[in-house]
RNA sequence: UGCCGGGUAGUGUAAUUGGUAACACACUAGUUUUUGGGACUAGCAGAUCCUGGUUCGAAUCCAGGCCCGGCAG
């Protein structure tokens, strides 16, 4: 951000919490004309805390004296996430709803509020920073131990040709203190697991999906005990199965027979390679074969991997197997810091 | 109902062959980069089949009973 005079309207996705706020901070200090607003997602039951970070996030945008939206997604994030992650778990896959949701909401319908409200960029306070040349390109942020840029990978140019990230070049602490001594009212928790999920994801898979009993087998076929529903597993998994003498972990799982494999050679969980679909380009396709940093899941660091086309689809070969590749969730891809884009996992 | 081995926390095992019950898993909580999962740390348990007996002292020895595997037929 080099702005200093023109104003050049952004609209802020603001949760209410350090990151949001602080960006809107910035962007203000730096001379844009900025706007905040709240994105209202659904939520199962009553929506008391929501509200209570709207409220927050008003009286933040407030103290900057900057115009203040609220905007109800409910209905579009059921159906475009919640609808989705049940989906994909009834299929016996595991969904990655935050990806959809950066997509589809906060750089989808969020993107299109802003338009109507005629700004020229809308920012949220995703760690992330980006690049403008003739493409707009996403790259790790400095503080790599922040970096989300995992879960951008859908993206697509049109919408990044409106987006700012200026938490991009700041370390975490550097925000919070920024955060501290702005005195800013106080702040909204973080948000960390399913967003849209207030306690244990089988209680709320069980209340949608229709769970039934079924049976834990080991890898050479001996009964080892009972799950609640297969649904409710995901490879690699090792809580919540119960068994003695393990440790255990998910091999596969069967939703059709409502079974579940287990393991406890952690080992014949590796694989060296998935196939990938639905992929994204972040700026364009390149050249393949090419070799490529991946990963597999948001926290892990990369690992070297070669991309090659077959079908219509990506194949992705590591130069390490890597443990419980999940179906349904996301392949990214990195050269250098670089987010080159990304697949899910078939 | 002629013959062996065994019954210990939710589960699987251990306890120098008499000395005052341990370990793992499960479970619970916390930590960890907006997903699932994983990992790490901590916590948790009146569990010695029953009844008698021997002994200062028994999960360990003895007797009887009940139950469970199996060798047997």
Request: hydrophobic letters at 35%; aromatic letters at 10%; one cysteine or more.
């Amino acid at each position: 951000m080099n702005k200093t005079n023109h104003s050049e309207k952004v609209l802020v996705a603001m949760s209410g919490g350090v990151d949001s706020s602080v960006t809107a901070t910035l962007l203000k200090r730096a001379g844009f004309d900025v706007a905040g607003a709240f994105m209202k997602l659904w939520r199962p039951g009553d929506n008391f805390k929501q509200d209570k970070n709207e409220e927050k996030a008003k009286e933040i945008a407030d103290s900057l004296d900057i115009p203040f939206y609220s905007f109800n997604f409910g209905e579009e994030f059921k159906a475009e996430v919640v609808d989705y992650f049940l989906k994909e778990y009834r299929q016996g896959r595991t969904p990655n709803p935050c990806v959809v949701c950066n997509n589809e909401i906060k750089f989808g319908l969020f993107l299109k509020q802003a338009s109507d409200l005629n700004v020229d960029f809308i920012a949220t306070g995703h760690y992330a920073r980006l690049k403008r040349n003739n493409k707009v390109n996403i790259y790790r942020p400095k503080d790599k131990s922040k970096d989300q840029t995992y879960f951008l990978w859908q993206l697509d140019q049109n919408k990044l040709d409106k987006v700012l990230f200026p938490l991009g070049n700041f370390e975490r602490e550097e925000v919070e203190r920024m955060a501290d001594s702005l005195n800013l009212p106080d702040r909204a928790q973080e948000s960390h697991e399913v967003c849209f999920i207030p306690n244990e994801i089988k209680d709320f898979l069980n209340k949608h999906l229709d769970e039934k009993p079924g049976k834990i087998i080991s890898e050479d076929g001996e009964e080892l005990g009972e799950h609640e529903g297969a649904y409710l597993f995901t490879l690699g998994q090792r809580k919540g199965l119960g068994l003695s003498n393990g440790p255990w972990y998910v091999l596969e799982k069967n939703v059709k027979e409502n079974k579940i494999v287990v393991t406890k050679e952690r080992e014949n969980l590796k694989k060296k390679e998935l196939i990938a679909d639905e992929i994204n380009w972040i700026s364009g396709k390149p050249d393949l074969p090419m070799k490529v940093i991946t990963k597999i899941r948001y926290n892990s660091s990369g690992v070297k991997a070669e991309l090659k086309e077959q079908d219509n689809k990506l194949k992705v070969t590591f130069n390490e197997s890597q443990w419980a590749i999940a179906p349904g969730q996301s392949v990214v891809f990195y050269s250098g810091d670089q987010l080159l884009g990304g697949g899910v996992i078939q």
